[in-house]
């Protein structure tokens, strides 16, 4: 009889852990997330000089930026998004001077909009990262 009733109860416990499992879904939900696929971008390169390509149907979120060189420059549509140069270049990394900056601690949110022309200019050796969102 014993066995009956504590195979009585394990079985009701079950069934109301099991009925009381919500169902999951993602936040929030709107078009502007994902592109379907990994939006995720990345760019490395030794050029002093170089334009990025970048998907030009999609704004671009700029979240990291890494330069060897002091001088490294970033231009959208001709214009300097960091125009203090040697001074302070948020792109710059050096453990013992610029480790503060969003970009290089990868928090960055620079949104680059959809079909623009982004150069760099002395940066040496470079990395940006980021993604595609729908503009």
């Not at 231009?75 to 710059?92: E, K």
């Amino acid at each position: 009889m014993n066995k009956l009733i504590s195979t009585g109860i394990l079985l009701a416990g079950l069934g109301y852990c099991i009925q009381s499992i919500a169902t999951a879904f993602a936040m929030p939900q709107t078009a502007s997330i994902s592109l379907g696929t990994n939006p995720v971008e990345s760019f490395y390169g030794y050029d002093n000089n170089t334009t990025l390509t970048l998907n030009p149907n999609y704004d671009f979120i700029l979240t990291s930026g890494y330069s060897s060189g002091t001088s490294c420059r970033l231009s959208i549509n001709g214009t300097y998004v960091n125009s203090t140069g040697a001074n302070y270049n948020f792109l710059y990394f050096n453990a013992s001077y610029n480790g503060n900056s969003a970009f290089v601690q990868g928090n960055g949110q620079l949104k680059i909009p959809a079909g623009a022309t982004v150069a760099i200019t002395s940066c040496e050796q470079y990395l940006f990262s980021g993604y595609y969102v729908q503009p």
